[in-house]
């Protein structure tokens, strides 16, 4: 089945406490992007990837980091995170300007 | 860059009239306009989409306009029913490959049976 996969679903954590969200897709879409959604603000774009190794800004970059090592994966690192990132995250897929897919999201709460 | 602005941000309709949500885009490079629905806790989902050498795309209750001299666009639902309750998003990009979609702050459709 193709898909997006996303994990942890959700995750409460500290401030500072460094974490990965995991993302993965299995359509071989050159395509990878990170979007934060906060209430009324809609989906706001974190980074995107066009290809492996290559990775740029969205609208959102700071507190995240990405890599792009693989065509697959594309993680989500936030190194020291602060209850401003408390948010609802989606990883997305895509090829050649077509259809972008979403993960299932991740719920994360920074305390 | 492309800024995409979307209207109105709440929307409430009975069952079975129509629903329209509007979207203009500042980029006359964009040819892409995809729109999202997000229900509930669940990931957006695509439900239709144009490209700019279409002015009208209609899929059974839903269809998309685009008006490209103006730079906008919108989204038709008629005869709306319970489940078309959601978050709608339009988005905008230039389909020259992957570039990033820019997307709508969102519209919350409600239909009230």
């Known amino acids: 089945e193709a898909q997006v996969t996303q994990n942890p679903r959700y995750l409460i954590t500290v401030t500072g406490k460094k974490l990965t969200v995991t993302c993965s897709q299995n359509m071989n879409h050159e395509y990878m992007s990170w979007y934060r959604q906060d209430p009324g603000l809609g989906l706001r774009q974190i980074y995107y990837?066009?290809?492996?190794?290559?990775?740029d800004k969205g609208d959102v970059p700071e507190g995240y980091k990405v890599s792009r090592k693989e065509k697959r994966n594309f993680p989500l690192i936030l190194e020291s995170p602060s209850p401003n990132q408390t948010s609802l995250y989606f990883c997305?897929?895509?090829?050649?300007?077509?259809?972008?897919?979403f993960g299932p999201g991740t719920r994360l709460t920074v305390l | 860059g492309e800024n995409v602005e979307q209207h109105p941000s709440t929307l409430s309709v009975q069952e079975g009239d129509s629903a329209v949500i509007k979207c203009t885009y500042s980029d006359s490079a964009s040819n892409y306009f995809p729109w999202y629905k997000q229900e509930l806790g669940k990931r957006p989902q695509l439900i239709i989409d144009?490209?700019?050498?279409?002015g009208e795309k209609k899929d059974q209750r839903i269809a998309v306009t685009l008006n490209k001299t103006a730079k906008h666009f919108s989204l038709h639902i008629t005869e709306t029913q319970p489940e078309d309750s959601a978050v709608y998003f339009c988005?905008?990009?230039?389909?020259?490959?992957?570039?990033?979609?820019?997307f709508g702050k969102g519209t919350r459709l409600s239909v009230i049976a």
């Open positions: 988005a905008a990009a230039p389909f020259s490959g992957n570039t990033p979609l820019v």
């Open positions: 997305a897929s895509s090829s050649g300007g077509s259809t972008q897919y």
């Open positions: 144009i490209r700019s050498n279409v």
């Open positions: 990837s066009m290809n492996v190794e290559v990775t």
